[in-house]
């Protein structure tokens, strides 16, 4: 759907997705660290695709389990209870990916 709105020919929205991709390409933090962020926040925000999109995003980039529960522990503790919902439907995604073959 990128490669759609794309080919649009509307310059906010294309400086819009250049400064996302800017904004995750390696730095003084690495792409995992700025994955798991992306991924707390989106918690945070209650925002399904978001988070759907940094776990797959955060797997590609070698994030485990155990990271990833730590990561969705410091979403919980700012995002507060409201974020449960989209703790368990993150988790059944994570479910999911690990159970599909590589």
């Known amino acids: ?17 250049a ?5 995750y390409r390696e730095g003084a933090l690495n792409l995992k660290t700025k994955e798991l962020l ?8 209650r ?11 955060c797997r590609e980039a070698g994030v485990n389990r ?6 969705f522990s410091v979403g919980l503790v700012v995002g507060g209870s409201i974020v449960i919902p989209h703790l368990r439907r ?5 479910d999911q990916l690990e ?3 590589a």
């Open 1 to 17: 759907m990128n490669e759609r709105i794309l080919e649009h020919d509307n310059q906010v929205v294309r400086r819009f997705f």
């Open 19 to 23: 400064l996302d991709t800017q904004t």
């Open 38 to 45: 992306g991924l707390v926040a989106s918690l945070v925000l």
């Open 47 to 57: 925002c399904d695709d978001c988070i759907s999109y940094h776990i797959a995003q």
């Open 66 to 71: 155990d990271e990833f529960f730590e990561a």
């Open 90 to 94: 993150a988790v059944d995604f994570l």
């Open 99 to 101: 159970t599909m073959p």
